[in-house]
């Protein structure tokens, strides 16, 4: 195996995992909960043993499949071994606890399956090494978790949730792929870390405001940010699972965008600006509302809003 591709073991073995449990769903097995934890302790070690790549043979970006900066290539930094020790880490806690919480649900294996889809997507997005590899993970995130939001569908609220985040979550995937397409044709390479060194070295602020303009919108949609905070308060109709996946982890999502491309962002200040002042005021607004609330999972969700400002 080359070790360069180590990353992507991580996502494919929660992928493996995800169709052995709708295998054993189909089956009524009863080993689906051994699975799902055993595939998400997998998955775990594996990340673990990127850092330890990481460390030995440095940064770099490795193509698993594609041509021409098309298809799916794994880009092995810091940043990228933080989130997937953090977001596996996060997973396995989470399904450990989906199979204790759902015993008894003829349901749980099918749960869990889209569980591990859901982190095996946002597993391939904090390593995106291209932009098409970016834009799909962000796309399949989003589609994994709809399905998780919408496994009581016979309740109105869950369906009422889903629907408001499936809309925000359309934009979002608008605006990333609108300032892909504008990095695109900027820097000429499809290639992240090319795009970012070119950012770096020659800090070009014209014509860079629509690209990190459209970074800052899907990022602000992503993480729930006023005035678009409303789905995230709703989803209280779901299986505590999906609350603890999706508050712990998956909203993140939006962080780690203008992380990654930081040094785009420096470039267009006006950007940075308005994501100060709309940060502010979500962790202002949503940290005062958070202390009027009873109920601990719409606390929750008002503090992740709160918190998703202050980051």
């Not at 629907?163 to 979550?169: C, H, L, M, S, Y």
């Not at 609108?178 to 014509?207: H, K, M, N």
Request: aromatic share 8%; glycine share 8%; with cysteine.
């Amino acid at each position: 195996m080359d070790m360069s591709l180590l990353p992507f073991a991580a996502p494919l073995t929660l992928v493996l995992t995800a169709l052995l449990l709708g295998f054993a769903s189909r089956r009524r097995s009863p080993a689906g909960a051994w699975l799902a934890e055993a595939g998400a302790l997998l998955c775990l070690a594996l990340t673990v043993t990127s850092v330890i790549w990481l460390m030995v043979a440095g940064a770099g970006t490795s193509l698993l499949i594609g041509f021409a900066g098309l298809g799916f290539s794994a880009r092995l930094d810091p940043l990228s071994v933080t989130m997937l020790v953090l977001v596996a880490f996060i997973g396995w806690v989470v399904i450990r606890y989906a199979t204790t919480y759902l015993v008894g649900d003829s349901r749980r294996e099918s749960f869990l399956a889209w569980m591990a889809l859901t982190l095996a997507a946002v597993l391939l997005l904090v390593q995106a090494g291209n932009l098409p590899h970016l834009v799909l993970a962000w796309i399949a995130t989003s589609l994994a978790l709809h399905r998780l939001l919408l496994f009581n569908p016979e309740r109105s609220g869950a369906r009422r949730a889903a629907r408001k985040k499936f809309i925000v979550a359309r934009i979002a995937d608008a605006a990333l792929i609108g300032a892909a397409t504008l990095l695109a044709i900027r820097y000429q390479t499809l290639d992240i870390a090319t795009i970012l060194w070119s950012a770096g070295v020659a800090p070009e602020r014209s014509g860079m405001l629509w690209p990190a303009a459209l970074l800052g919108v899907a990022a602000v949609l992503k993480s729930a940010q006023f005035p678009t905070h409303g789905w995230l308060t709703e989803v209280m109709e779901t299986p505590t699972p999906v609350s603890a996946l999706l508050h712990a982890g998956v909203i993140n999502a939006g962080g780690f965008l203008l992380i990654r491309f930081a040094d785009v962002m420096v470039l267009s200040p006006g950007v940075l600006a308005a994501l100060v002042l709309i940060g502010a005021c979500t962790a202002l607004c949503a940290g005062l509302i958070v202390l009027t609330q009873a109920a601990v999972k719409t606390s929750l969700a008002w503090s992740t809003i709160a918190q998703m400002g202050f980051m």
